[in-house]
């Protein structure tokens, strides 16, 4: 069992940064694969940006290459998802995602492969 806290989000101009925070908690934290996704009122969780089990691999969705970056500090069990060059079409809201596997090399992109979620952190991007 996996334990997802986020924290950060907020409202940006367009053009600005905001940083979100994932702390993990529980026995697999520092060996599974964790991914952002983002969701619009009605739609489906669209993959972000995701960083395999031990930090050295990172994986983006093209809108947002470039523009996010993804890291992790498995001494913290902590992911981070900083975001700059925001967009209003970056408005959503954001889930961190723990892999329900350890060890993959590559975080997964379907929302399928996470079997923990966190609660979820809003971010507006004003235009």
């Known amino acids: 069992q996996v334990e997802l806290v986020e924290s950060g989000g907020g409202t940006a101009q367009a053009g600005g940064s905001l940083r979100l925070s994932c702390k993990a908690d529980?026995?697999?934290?520092?060996?599974?694969?964790m991914a952002w996704f983002r969701q619009v009122a009605g739609k489906e969780h669209d993959f972000v940006a995701g960083?395999?089990?031990?930090?050295?691999?990172?994986n983006y969705d093209d809108s947002v290459s470039g523009r996010f970056t993804m890291s992790r500090n498995n001494a913290k069990n902590t992911v981070y998802l900083q975001m700059n060059s925001l967009k209003p079409e970056d408005t959503a809201v954001y889930y961190c995602?723990?892999?329900?596997?350890?060890?993959?090399?590559?975080?997964?992109?379907?929302?399928?492969?996470?079997?923990?979620w966190g609660q979820g952190t809003q971010v507006t991007v004003s235009s």
């Open positions: 960083v395999n089990w031990n930090g050295a691999r990172e």
């Open positions: 995602a723990a892999d329900s596997r350890e060890y993959r090399a590559v975080a997964a992109t379907s929302q399928d492969a996470y079997g923990y």
């Open positions: 529980g026995r697999t934290a520092g060996s599974i694969a």
